[in-house]
Structures are given as C-alpha cells and as structure tokens.
C-alpha cells in the first residue's frame, strides 16, 4: 500500500509536514542554531538526496523529509532575522511622536492607531520599537494616515503567556512587528510642520494609499450603516473588527460564527466563485464570445483580479493572506486546465505560506484554516469517487426541486461537520474550549451569508465608485441582521464547553493521526484513524494531570489560589485578559473575591525612596498577617494597596505584597512570597520564597505545585536567548543585555 501512495504521488503531499516541523522545532527551541550549521546540513543532505539510488526509495523519502526538516528551520531563521523588531524592555511613560500607519476605530469614541515611531521624549527611550499600537481617546476627529502626532503615552511591551505553555503574545508582535502597545494620556496633536512624505520608499507611498483606500471604504460603509450591522458589514470587506460591540463579538464567537467575520476561506471562495460564476455566465450571453475564447480561463482571470483587489483592501491579515493564496493558486490551476480542488493545490498553498510566514505555522489561525480545508478536500474527493446508484424516480421533473434543495442542505450540513470535527483538536489545544451549537447556527447562517450578504457586498464593491452602492450594502445589513440574531439566539443555548488544556503529547500524536487520515488515499490512511482513536482513549483512561496549587502572573500583580471547583484571587475585580485564559485553561468559571480588611495605615511614598517601616509598625503588620492568615483556608484576606494573605490546605502560607515596605514581615509570616516591585534581590533572610517584579520579568508567569519531595515550580520562560523574549534580559541604565539577574539579600524593604 506504501508504494501504492507513492505511485499516486501521496507522499509528496506530506512536504509541507515536514517543512512546517523544522519551523517548529526552531521556533520551540531553548536558543538558535548556527546558521553555518543549518547550511552545511541542508547540503549535505541535498547531495545525499542526489546520489542517493531511486530503487533505495526508503533511504531517498528519508533523507528528503529531513532536508525539508533543515529547510523549515532555514526560513524561520531567516524569518527571524528579516523581522528583527525591538521590543520595549518594561513599561514607560513617555513623549511619542509618531506617523500613523493605519487606523482602526471601535465605534465608541476610541481609535487605534499603528504608529512608526519618530522620537521620545522625557524620557528618551535607548531602545525605542519601531512601531506600536496606541489606543487614542476623546479626539474630536480621527487622525489621518500619514498624519504625524505628538503625545504623552504609557507603552507596555507585548504580554508573555498568561500560564506556561499558553500563547505568547510577544511571539506574534515580533513577528508582527509591533515592539509596544500602550495608549495617550489625552488626544495627542498632529504636528503640522512635519512633512510626513519626504522619506518615503514608492512602497511605503503606495502601502499608504492602499491603507487610505481601505479606510475610507470602511467609513464608507459604516456611514450607511449604523451600528453592529455597519461594523459587520465592514469586516467583512476591510478586515476592521473592533467596531463590533463586544456582546455581538462575544455572541458570534459562543455560536460558532466567529470566522464569518474574519476575512478568511470563507469569504476569499465565496468572493471568488460568485464573480467566477457570474462573469462566466455574464460571457455565455454572447455566443460569438462564448465559442471564440476560453471563457473559463477569462472568468479565472476575472476572479484572481477579484481576490487580488479584495486582498489588498483588507489589511493584509494573516487569515487574508493564506486564504488569498490558496485561492490564486486554485485560480491558477484553472489557467493549465488542471482541477481547483485537489489536494495538490492545497499543499502547494501551505509550502507557500511556510516559506513566506514560517511563523504561522504554531498559530490557530494556520492550523485550523489548513485542518478545515485538508479534510473538506480529502472528503470532496471521497465523495466524488464514491459509487453511485441511478435512482430513476429522483429524476422526474416533480423531484427536481427536491433534490437540489436537499442537495444544498445535505452539503452545508456535510460540510458543518466536516469542518467542526477538523478544528475541534485544534480549538481545544488553543482556546481550551469547544462551541456546543456551532452546527446549528452554521446550517442556519450558511445560505445567507452565501446567497444575500457576500452577493449583494460584491456588487456594491463593484458600484460604489459611482456612489450607486447604498441599496445594496441595505440588502447586505439586513443579511447580516439575521446573522447576528441567530448568533444571539444560539449563543443563549449554552455557549461554550470547558475543556482545559491538552497534555503536550496527545496533541502531537493526535495531529499525526489526522495528517496520516487526510492525506493517505488507501486504508493505510486508517492508520491514522487508529491512532486519533487510541490516543484518545488513553487521554480518557489516564488520570488527569494534576492542577497547580497556585499561580503568578507575569508581573506579579495577580496571585490565584486553585482550589477544587474556584480559584480565589487577589484582587476584587481581577484583569479580563489575564484571568479568563486562567478560567479556561484550568477550567474553573468560578472566582472567590478577596475579604478585605482594615489594617494599619499605608506608609506615604517618598518621590524617590521606599518608606521603611518602623520596628512596631513590622511587628504590627506581622501580626496582622498571621491574624489573617488564620482564617478561611484558601482564601485570600487583604488590606488595601498593602498586602493579601491566605492559608493553603496544606498549611503554606503566601503572602502578596503591594508595597515593599511590608516585605520583612511578609517574609516572616509566609512560606511564599509575591511582589510586583523590581527589587534588587529575589530571596528572603527568612527562608521563604520569593517572587518579586523583576524575577517574573525572567522567568514569565509561573505555576506551584506542593509535592512530597518539595516546590514544583514551572516557568513560562528557561531562556531568555530567543529573539521575541530577549529584551526581558534587557537593563536601561547598564544599556546592555543582563545575563544575571539580582542576586543580594535584604527583607528590608530596600
């Protein structure tokens, strides 16, 4: 059967397998590889491959495979290099002048604004990012692009992962080049002396129009219609989301529509058939046209322009750019009279984009477009080889209508599951979470989306040059109306399922699985079912890893206990973003508030100094803590802007700390101890261990577990060697990489 694959040409649809591992492996290394290393490998195994017999097929594939191996690591190398963004070491308040790259409004007064940074100021900043997003409030009128503005800013670098082995937001701005997110203290002001075009490459000229463009359409549409609907419709064209409420966001992603709104496969086919369709047809009218040209190749020709204007109108995202290659090459095919959907074109596609973006590879959105589309094709090309029985009654003329309506039905739904069962493993090991009604709202949303909204949106594209376009994005908005009150009605079902994170070892193996049963043609491709089958059961059979006992987050400002059925935390109203990827990965929906308490007074902060506390204030507060320590286990009891402390169910005691001047009685009264202050040294006199701002700089967010033989302890971050994390190793005043991080001794406060 092996050489059966072979001879069908199925093992050379696993070369972007191996491609995306090598990518991979580099990616999820401890630090880089010699480049010299990599090279001479690759040309030794390419010599191999070339002298290597063809009747020694086994040794040949191999060696291949592994030179696609070195190749992967090759262009996420070169990737890296060609990326090279500065990311800002730790959070800054400071004077920024920038040029505004693009914009983005979110419909309540707030523009967020890409800037390509000019200068800073007060203070200067050593290493300043090339660019970063600003969020702009209260301005009367957006700035435009190109406009040069001047404000007073706080930036942040990008977050590291919430929990270990969660995503690394940092990975993703390097990559796209985005070294800080912050925001204006105020609306900042252009800078009218500035000339913004003086400097600028023809590329950078047109990418700038191109942006304008694409804004303009969005207002444009926006202009016309109001609200969710408006918003909607202008994601739809121009990749613009933040508009949308986020209770029609959040309704839409607990139904299952959520990638309706990105401009993904999705939208990129349906865009491309109706105009390949409709130009085809429009063609056949003309019968002298019709016989005298290809009018299949016109039509291609017709829909790769189309794609092509859609792509370059919607920002360049990263679903846009893997979905406007997939359909190029698909339109291309048509050009060499070879078939669109094969799953050649799809591997193609994917070698493309590891090459371009080998990045995308470790994302959600690569893995679950390229899962959807492997396993729609291979079952497109089951079902096409599929034997059919004539069945004479169906083709009367009464049963006809029948048919064709049971015919569309059958495939939305087909294709629903399809799609839901391909992504599932891949939702799970991203969003620990699976939707309970997406089949339902999908089978419902399907026939408007395919036969009003994206229709009735491509001729409105088509007419609004000539201001013709308003009836049309009407028809569009009341598409998109039915849309979001299906999302609103399924999401009141249920919404999500918890899941929780997978363990690292059924994800791989369960992936393998899945490539081996949709890219095999014979019942070797079973193998792969036995193995998604096997691996399953033991994920069910084995016991459950055990959870953390307690964890950090990456600046040391939230602290969560974990108990049985809740965590309990430090904070009252504990940050969104940091806490429902704690709730989800963990699977805990339920938060336990700290109880708060009335405690000694806050010492006052000197401008420039830590407040030491005096001899009776420490005994105080050490007795303070150990009070409220011995109160409910698992729980946290606090004194404002001072201190939290609680009692595990094993007797630990961990202590946060808000204000370093409590750290020596913290350190007495506690087993653990956490801060979000950069101290100068990272252990207590007392034995206790310690957290403090700049160790968890170091090491990310961190997990505890109590064992037997001692602390467990797991970190986000081993090393800081990689290119996207390196600047947590960063020290401005030294302006030098710091290889060490603090090392002396004090509880004093200090």
Same mark, same amino acid.
């Given at each position: 059967?092996?050489?059966?694959?072979?001879?069908?040409?199925?093992?050379?649809?696993?070369?972007?397998?191996?491609?995306?591992?090598?990518?991979?492996?580099?990616?999820?290394?401890?630090?880089?590889?010699?480049?010299?290393?990599?090279?001479?490998?690759?040309?030794?195994?390419?010599?191999?491959?070339?002298?290597?017999?063809?009747?020694?097929?086994?040794?040949?594939?191999?060696?291949?495979?592994?030179?696609?191996?070195?190749?992967?690591?090759?262009?996420?190398?070169? @990737?890296?290099?060609?990326?090279?963004?500065?990311?800002?070491?730790?959070?800054?308040?400071?004077?920024?002048?920038?040029?505004?790259?693009?914009?983005? /409004?979110?419909?309540?007064?707030?523009?967020?604004?890409?800037?390509?940074?000019?200068?800073?100021?007060? +203070? @200067?900043?050593?290493?300043?990012?090339?660019?970063?997003?600003?969020?702009?409030?209260?301005?009367?009128?957006?700035?435009?692009?190109?406009?040069?503005?001047?404000?007073?800013?706080?930036?942040?670098?990008?977050?590291?992962?919430?929990? +270990? @082995?969660?995503?690394?937001?940092?990975?993703?701005?390097?990559?796209?080049?985005?070294?800080?997110?912050?925001?204006?203290?105020?609306?900042?002001?252009?800078?009218?002396?500035?000339?913004?075009?003086?400097?600028?490459?023809?590329?950078?000229?047109?990418?700038?129009?191109?942006?304008?463009?694409?804004?303009?359409?969005?207002?444009?549409?926006?202009?016309? $219609?109001? #609200?969710?609907?408006?918003?909607?419709?202008?994601?739809?064209?121009?990749?613009?989301?933040?508009?949308?409420?986020?209770?029609?966001?959040?309704?839409?992603? *607990?139904?299952?529509?959520?990638?309706?709104?990105?401009?993904?496969? =999705?939208?990129?086919?349906?865009?491309?058939?109706?105009?390949?369709?409709?130009?085809?047809?429009?063609?056949?009218?003309? +019968?002298?046209?019709? *016989?005298?040209?290809?009018?299949?190749?016109?039509?291609?020709?017709?829909?790769?322009?189309?794609?092509?204007?859609?792509?370059?109108?919607? /920002?360049?995202?990263?679903?846009? @750019?893997? &979905?406007?290659?997939?359909?190029?090459?698909?339109?291309?095919?048509?050009?060499?009279?070879?078939?669109?959907?094969?799953?050649?074109?799809?591997?193609?596609?994917?070698?493309?984009?590891?090459?371009?973006?080998?990045?995308?590879?470790?994302?959600?959105?690569? *893995?679950?477009?390229? &899962?959807?589309?492997?396993? =729609?094709?291979?079952?497109?090309? =089951?079902?096409?080889?599929?034997?059919?029985?004539?069945?004479?009654?169906?083709?009367?003329?009464?049963?006809?209508?029948?048919?064709?309506? &049971?015919?569309?039905?059958?495939?939305?739904?087909?294709?629903?599951?399809?799609?839901?069962?391909?992504?599932?493993?891949?939702?799970?090991?991203?969003?620990?979470?699976?939707?309970?009604?997406?089949?339902? &709202?999908?089978?419902?949303? !399907?026939?408007?989306?395919?036969?009003?909204? !994206?229709?009735?949106? $491509?001729?409105?594209?088509? $007419?609004?040059?000539? #201001?013709?376009?308003?009836?049309?994005?009407?028809?569009?908005?009341? #598409?998109?109306?039915?849309?979001?009150?299906?999302?609103?009605?399924?999401?009141?079902?249920?919404?999500?399922?918890?899941?929780?994170?997978?363990?690292?070892?059924?994800?791989?193996?369960?992936?393998?699985?899945?490539?081996?049963?949709?890219?095999?043609?014979?019942?070797?491709?079973?193998?792969?079912?036995?193995?998604?089958?096997?691996?399953? =059961?033991?994920?069910?059979?084995?016991?459950?890893?055990?959870?953390?006992?307690?964890?950090?987050?990456?600046? /040391?400002?939230?602290?969560?206990?974990?108990?049985?059925?809740?965590?309990?935390?430090?904070?009252?109203?504990?940050?969104?973003?940091?806490?429902?990827?704690?709730?989800?990965?963990?699977?805990?929906?339920?938060?336990? +508030?700290?109880?708060? $308490?009335?405690?000694?007074?806050?010492?006052?902060?000197?401008?420039?100094?830590?407040?030491?506390?005096?001899?009776?204030? *420490?005994?105080?507060?050490?007795?303070?803590?150990?009070?409220?320590?011995? #109160?409910?286990?698992?729980?946290?009891?606090?004194?404002?802007?001072?201190?939290?402390?609680?009692?595990?169910?094993?007797?630990?005691?961990?202590?946060?700390?808000?204000?370093?001047?409590?750290?020596?009685?913290?350190?007495?009264?506690?087993?653990?101890?956490?801060?979000?202050?950069?101290?100068?040294?990272?252990?207590?006199?007392?034995?206790?261990?310690?957290?403090?701002?700049?160790?968890?700089?170091?090491?990310?967010?961190?997990?505890?577990? %109590?064992?037997?033989?001692?602390?467990?302890?797991?970190?986000?971050?081993?090393?800081?060697?990689?290119?996207?994390?390196?600047?947590?190793?960063?020290?401005?005043?030294?302006?030098? %990489?710091?290889?060490?991080?603090?090392?002396?001794?004090?509880?004093?406060?200090?």
């Amino acid at each position: 059967m092996l050489g059966e694959e072979a001879d069908h040409g199925r093992l050379l649809l696993f070369s972007p397998v191996f491609l995306g591992a090598g990518a991979s492996f580099w990616f999820l290394a401890a630090s880089d590889f010699p480049l010299l290393t990599l090279l001479l490998s690759l040309s030794v195994l390419t010599i191999a491959v070339l002298i290597t017999d063809r009747s020694r097929a086994v040794l040949r594939t191999t060696l291949l495979a592994l030179a696609l191996v070195v190749c992967g690591m090759l262009c996420a190398q070169f @990737e890296s290099w060609r990326a090279s963004t500065v990311i800002l070491d730790s959070s800054v308040t400071t004077t920024l002048t920038g040029r505004v790259e693009r914009r983005e /409004g979110d419909g309540r007064g707030r523009w967020r604004y890409i800037l390509a940074v000019r200068a800073t100021d007060e +203070p @200067e900043l050593k290493r300043p990012p090339g660019r970063v997003t600003a969020i702009v409030r209260g301005a009367d009128t957006p700035f435009e692009i190109g406009d040069i503005i001047t404000g007073r800013a706080r930036l942040t670098p990008p977050s590291g992962p919430a929990l +270990p @082995e969660l995503n690394d937001f940092s990975f993703g701005a390097y990559f796209d080049g985005i070294g800080a997110n912050g925001f204006f203290y105020g609306a900042p002001e252009k800078d009218l002396a500035a000339s913004p075009q003086g400097a600028r490459s023809p590329s950078e000229a047109m990418l700038e129009w191109l942006y304008r463009l694409r804004s303009s359409i969005g207002d444009r549409i926006r202009s016309i $219609l109001p #609200g969710d609907t408006g918003a909607f419709a202008a994601a739809l064209v121009t990749d613009e989301r933040r508009a949308i409420s986020n209770a029609t966001t959040e309704a839409l992603r *607990q139904s299952g529509l959520a990638h309706i709104v990105a401009i993904s496969g =999705l939208n990129m086919a349906l865009s491309a058939g109706i105009f390949f369709v409709g130009f085809r047809m429009l063609l056949s009218l003309f +019968p002298g046209v019709a *016989q005298a040209y290809p009018t299949k190749k016109i039509a291609a020709a017709g829909a790769l322009t189309a794609v092509t204007a859609y792509y370059l109108i919607s /920002g360049f995202g990263v679903s846009a @750019e893997r &979905a406007f290659i997939m359909m190029a090459i698909m339109l291309i095919a048509v050009f060499f009279d070879r078939p669109s959907i094969s799953l050649r074109n799809v591997v193609l596609s994917a070698l493309v984009i590891i090459a371009i973006s080998p990045s995308e590879v470790l994302g959600p959105s690569f *893995q679950m477009s390229f &899962a959807a589309t492997l396993a =729609l094709v291979s079952g497109y090309q =089951l079902w096409k080889d599929r034997r059919v029985r004539e069945n004479a009654l169906l083709k009367l003329p009464i049963f006809r209508p029948v048919v064709a309506v &049971a015919g569309f039905f059958g495939g939305v739904l087909l294709t629903s599951l399809i799609g839901g069962f391909s992504t599932a493993l891949f939702s799970i090991e991203h969003f620990h979470r699976l939707t309970a009604y997406g089949l339902p &709202a999908n089978l419902a949303t !399907m026939p408007i989306i395919s036969f009003i909204v !994206m229709p009735a949106g $491509l001729l409105a594209m088509l $007419l609004m040059p000539f #201001g013709l376009d308003a009836p049309l994005w009407e028809v569009v908005g009341f #598409g998109l109306d039915l849309v979001i009150a299906v999302a609103k009605t399924v999401s009141g079902w249920g919404g999500d399922i918890g899941v929780g994170r997978l363990p690292a070892w059924y994800f791989a193996v369960a992936v393998a699985g899945f490539l081996l049963l949709t890219l095999l043609r014979t019942r070797l491709r079973h193998a792969g079912t036995s193995t998604l089958a096997v691996s399953t =059961l033991f994920l069910l059979v084995l016991p459950v890893p055990r959870p953390p006992d307690l964890v950090i987050s990456e600046d /040391g400002s939230l602290v969560a206990l974990v108990a049985v059925a809740a965590m309990a935390s430090n904070r009252e109203n504990p940050p969104d973003f940091i806490f429902d990827q704690w709730q989800r990965a963990l699977v805990l929906p339920t938060h336990h +508030p700290p109880k708060m $308490l009335e405690g000694p007074a806050i010492p006052p902060e000197g401008e420039d100094r830590r407040v030491r506390l005096s001899h009776d204030q *420490q005994i105080e507060a050490r007795t303070a803590m150990r009070a409220a320590a011995g #109160g409910e286990t698992n729980r946290f009891s606090c004194v404002k802007k001072a201190w939290c402390t609680s009692r595990l169910g094993n007797g630990r005691v961990v202590t946060v700390i808000d204000n370093a001047a409590y750290l020596g009685p913290a350190c007495d009264a506690s087993d653990i101890v956490v801060t979000s202050v950069r101290l100068r040294f990272n252990s207590c006199r007392s034995g206790a261990t310690l957290f403090t701002g700049e160790t968890l700089r170091r090491t990310g967010s961190v997990e505890l577990r %109590f064992a037997d033989a001692g602390l467990e302890v797991a970190t986000a971050f081993e090393s800081l060697s990689r290119p996207w994390i390196r600047h947590r190793a960063y020290d401005w005043r030294s302006n030098s %990489f710091a290889e060490t991080g603090p090392s002396s001794v004090s509880d004093s406060g200090e």
